[in-house]
């Protein structure tokens, strides 16, 4: 793969994370989360609208990964009024997946929390997202709870992680 460059998001980017988003969630939802609730969630999620408020949002860190190509892949943590953030997104383009793609957007996901003194990282993911699990507890997450969201209709078993962000 040619040489990741991790930056922050501008709205520009908007039309490309869409494009990852859409590919991504078809690919790791497939047999988890209902077409519905998938195209409802994208729809309001993934919105130019949503996409660029997010990025342009004071209590959002939103980063992207790119080749001197194309986009591969992205991540957002919103800061919490308790001093911790939560990993809201974090996606790849499925067939650049498993080449350190997504260590590198945590990482910098990471270094700007630190820099902004959050004090520790949740993330919620589907309980049946078993790489997106193996790849959290691989990069040190702990498994920290349990429960169901509703997602448009659609009731989704999820479990949540936490890591502190080291000094
Ligand atoms: C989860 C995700 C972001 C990981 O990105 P990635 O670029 O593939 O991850 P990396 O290559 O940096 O992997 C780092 C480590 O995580 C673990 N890991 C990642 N994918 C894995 C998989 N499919 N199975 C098992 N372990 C995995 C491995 O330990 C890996 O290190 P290794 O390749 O040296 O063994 C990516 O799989 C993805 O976009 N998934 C779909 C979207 C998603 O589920 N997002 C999370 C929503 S909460």
Known sequence: MNEIRIRPARPADAPAIQSVARDSWSDVYQEVISIEAQRRALEHWYS???LIASIQSATSIF?????????????QLNQLPDGSADLARIYVLPPNQR???GAALLRAVFDSARNNRVSRITVSVAK???RARSFYERSGFSLCGEGSVDLFGFSLQEVM????VER
């Open 161 to 164: 992680y936490e890591q502190p």
């Open 128 to 130: 049946q997202n078993k």
């Open 63 to 75: 980063v992207v990964a790119e080749t001197s190509r194309e986009l591969l892949g992205f991540a």
């Open 48 to 50: 130019t609208n949503a």
């Open 99 to 101: 080449h350190g793609v």
